[in-house]
């Protein structure tokens, strides 16, 4: 159900008929709940002319012509309009400006491993007990703590 109102919203938002079609073809149609939602054959088919009843109205085409001709197109509210302009503009803008942040901002892997060299040492010699000792490095995740051990050689 989520899906199928994130589907929905992304059609209202999106002003690309491409894309439009692209969600309601690939999703929405395929979905149980929006396809029972959608009218059969049978439901329309009270609306719907057979070709015989076409060729026994000679007078329907004129009438058509006429109609399209007479026809204006109903004025849409220019609120509404520009009001779903508005929020398709700052949709967009919200996206450009996450995808700018995300390419600039790097991964916490990336910033971790910035963060080790910033602060960095080196062990060139341990000795314990005026003999050389191997020493070992401890670094928790997440951590600045670096823990140093040390072990006699022998």
């Not at 919203?9 to 395929?30: A, C, G, H, N």
């Not at 004025?75 to 450009?96: E, F, K, P, T, Y």
């Amino acid at each position: 159900m989520q899906k199928t109102k994130l589907v929905e919203f992304l059609v209202w938002v999106l002003p690309i008929k491409s894309i439009q079609d692209y969600l309601i073809r690939r999703y929405l149609l395929t979905d149980e709940v929006y396809s029972r939602k959608i009218a059969g054959l049978d439901e329309v088919r009270g609306i719907l002319m057979d070709s015989g009843e076409l060729k026994e109205i000679p007078s329907l085409w004129p009438k058509v012509r006429n109609e399209l001709r007479s026809y204006r197109e109903p004025r849409s509210s220019g609120m509404r309009s520009g009001l779903r302009w508005a929020i398709q503009g700052l949709g967009l803008c919200l996206v450009l400006v996450l995808g700018i942040w995300m390419i600039r901002h790097p991964q916490s892997e990336r910033s971790s491993t910035a963060e080790a060299h910033t602060g960095s040492f080196q062990v060139q010699s341990i000795r314990l007990e005026n003999k050389p000792a191997t020493a070992f490095l401890f670094r928790p995740n997440d951590s600045k703590f670096i823990m140093v051990w040390a072990e006699k050689i022998g």
